[in-house]
């Protein structure tokens, strides 16, 4: 069975860092592009970081860009996205996806496969 499982996510003070992980089971991710998103209460899912499988090209939405990094651990078949400095604008349900193409495309209807997404929480 297909399955990718995010894991990290929790509630954490303004400032504070987190870092999420997105596992697959029954494939293997380094044949993908892994996209991140979330989606918050009341609002679209946002893309906000995408991580390429032909030469680990990383790319971020404006509104994560110097906070956020996305890495990817072949051996461990994990992709991270390592949140810092967070805002209580981050809150959200984080979710990762995975694209065939070798590329980062830009566009979420690429993604073919998610996970069931983590909750993150910045709150004092």
């Known amino acids: 069975q297909l399955q990718l499982v995010e894991s990290g996510g929790g509630l954490v003070q303004p400032g504070g860092s987190l870092r999420l992980s997105c596992a697959a089971s029954g494939f293997t991710l380094d044949a993908y592009s892994i996209g991140w998103f979330r989606q918050a209460p009341g609002k679209e899912r946002e893309g906000i970081s995408c991580?390429?499988?032909?030469?680990?090209?990383?790319y971020y939405a404006d509104s994560v860009k110097g906070r956020f990094t996305v890495s990817r651990d072949n051996a461990k078949n994990t992709v991270y996205l390592q949140m810092n400095s967070l805002r209580p604008e981050d809150t959200a349900v984080y979710y990762c996806?995975?694209?065939?193409?070798?590329?980062?495309?830009?566009?979420?209807?690429?993604?073919?496969?998610w996970g069931q997404g983590t909750q993150v929480t910045v709150s004092s």
């Open positions: 996806a995975t694209d065939p193409r070798n590329y980062c495309s830009g566009y979420e209807s690429t993604f073919g496969s």
């Open positions: 991580i390429s499988s032909r030469d680990g090209n990383t």
